[in-house]
């Protein structure tokens, strides 16, 4: 197939001036060449399209493709996410990974926890500070855990998430709604061990492609796998390959958010376990990263026995499944 590549490249957006936070979920060159070689090894032409912008002219040439294999994060809006996806549609372009309605949804955590807890998929009980006036109206138990309420790779996850009382939830709230302008998420504090889940496939196809544990080292910045945390690892934590009753429940749950927020092909999702020792879901990343040796999802792939190209052959084996037309 000629497979069209819809990508943000940071390099791109950081020469345009935004800042190394801004663009921190955006993809590294070397992502890119890698899915290309990945999809070219695998009998497919890649062509590099770009984001938005350089897809939009493409699409007003004419250009078109037999696929597209979408990992833009996008730049403006809540539904950023959604926005190469909406566009392929309408120009009936098949595309890799989930549809518009579950990345615009999935990229707000607080959206997300009303529907999978209406499905009865356990997560943290929360509520939303939209507006200062609404953070005395707080009623859940300390301690909680605050962060922005869509924003991805660990952004405004400090060493000040974990808040202990009403000061701390009154001063956290307030930095986060002046900090990131939009609402902040207040969630019952997950105290156990943490678990991300690596998933393939679609529906009830879709399966536990493996479990990393996340486990702290003494030099982990505060309680959660923020962004310092996540941008300079090595020497705050461990990545485990897990195993055993609880990372396989952990896998469960992660399953059951999955199959209920129709997310598609690939990703990630995250657990906690509550003081109970019961796996929590935290929220899905349909979009996960593919950095190789860098991204949790190749890691859990590794740990797998599975190479890069044969983890992006998954993707595109559930993607083809879903165009039985197109093999
Ligand atoms: N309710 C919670 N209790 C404890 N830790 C949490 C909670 N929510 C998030 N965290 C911690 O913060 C990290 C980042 O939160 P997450 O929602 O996964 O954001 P991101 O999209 O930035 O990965 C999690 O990996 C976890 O370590
Ligand atoms: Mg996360």
Same mark, same amino acid.
């Given at each position: 197939m000629r497979i069209g590549v819809t990508f943000d490249l940071r390099s791109d957006y950081l020469a345009l001036g935004h800042s190394e936070e801004e663009t921190a979920e955006f993809d590294a060159e070397e992502t890119i060449a890698a899915l290309c070689d990945a999809l070219k090894s695998l009998g497919h032409e890649p062509i590099r399209i770009g984001g938005i912008k350089p897809l939009t002219r493409a699409l007003a040439d004419g250009q078109r493709w037999d696929a597209v294999f979408n990992i833009c994060e996008g730049l #403006? $809006?809540?539904s950023r996410e959604a926005q190469v996806p909406a566009l392929l549609e309408a120009f009936d372009i098949p595309y890799v990974f989930s549809d518009p309605l579950t990345l615009a949804l999935t990229l707000d955590k607080a959206m997300t926890k009303h529907v999978v807890r209406d499905a009865g998929v356990p997560t943290a009980d929360f509520a939303v500070i939209t507006t200062e006036a609404d953070i005395a109206k707080i009623t859940l138990g300390f301690p909680l855990f605050l962060k922005p309420v869509a924003e991805g790779s660990g952004k405004g996850v400090n060493a000040r998430s974990k808040v202990d009382d009403k000061e701390q939830l009154e001063s956290v709230a307030r930095h986060l709604l002046k900090q990131y302008r939009q609402p902040a998420l207040v969630e019952e504090f997950l105290p156990g061990r943490e678990f991300t889940v690596g998933i393939t496939g679609t529906g009830l196809e879709a399966k536990v492609l493996g479990v990393l544990e996340i486990v702290p080292l003494p #030099?982990?910045? $505060?309680h959660g796998y923020g962004y310092e945390n996540k941008e300079t690892w090595e020497d705050k934590l461990k990545i485990v390959r897990a195993e055993g009753p609880e990372a396989q429940a952990a896998g469960q749950v992660a399953l059951a958010a999955w199959r209920v927020l129709r997310c598609r092909d690939g990703g990630r999702a995250d657990i906690r376990l509550d003081k109970n020792g019961l796996p929590c879901f935290i929220e899905v990343n349909p979009l996960a990263g593919i950095r190789p040796g860098y991204s949790d999802l190749c890691f859990i792939a590794n740990f797998e026995g599975l190479s890069y190209q044969q983890l992006i052959g998954k993707f595109l084996d559930s993607f083809l499944k879903r165009h039985p037309d197109l093999k």
């Amino acid at each position: 197939m000629r497979i069209g590549v819809t990508f943000d490249l940071r390099s791109d957006y950081l020469a345009l001036g935004h800042s190394e936070e801004e663009t921190a979920e955006f993809d590294a060159e070397e992502t890119i060449a890698a899915l290309c070689d990945a999809l070219k090894s695998l009998g497919h032409e890649p062509i590099r399209i770009g984001g938005i912008k350089p897809l939009t002219r493409a699409l007003a040439d004419g250009q078109r493709w037999d696929a597209v294999f979408n990992i833009c994060e996008g730049l #403006k $809006g809540v539904s950023r996410e959604a926005q190469v996806p909406a566009l392929l549609e309408a120009f009936d372009i098949p595309y890799v990974f989930s549809d518009p309605l579950t990345l615009a949804l999935t990229l707000d955590k607080a959206m997300t926890k009303h529907v999978v807890r209406d499905a009865g998929v356990p997560t943290a009980d929360f509520a939303v500070i939209t507006t200062e006036a609404d953070i005395a109206k707080i009623t859940l138990g300390f301690p909680l855990f605050l962060k922005p309420v869509a924003e991805g790779s660990g952004k405004g996850v400090n060493a000040r998430s974990k808040v202990d009382d009403k000061e701390q939830l009154e001063s956290v709230a307030r930095h986060l709604l002046k900090q990131y302008r939009q609402p902040a998420l207040v969630e019952e504090f997950l105290p156990g061990r943490e678990f991300t889940v690596g998933i393939t496939g679609t529906g009830l196809e879709a399966k536990v492609l493996g479990v990393l544990e996340i486990v702290p080292l003494p #030099k982990f910045i $505060g309680h959660g796998y923020g962004y310092e945390n996540k941008e300079t690892w090595e020497d705050k934590l461990k990545i485990v390959r897990a195993e055993g009753p609880e990372a396989q429940a952990a896998g469960q749950v992660a399953l059951a958010a999955w199959r209920v927020l129709r997310c598609r092909d690939g990703g990630r999702a995250d657990i906690r376990l509550d003081k109970n020792g019961l796996p929590c879901f935290i929220e899905v990343n349909p979009l996960a990263g593919i950095r190789p040796g860098y991204s949790d999802l190749c890691f859990i792939a590794n740990f797998e026995g599975l190479s890069y190209q044969q983890l992006i052959g998954k993707f595109l084996d559930s993607f083809l499944k879903r165009h039985p037309d197109l093999k």
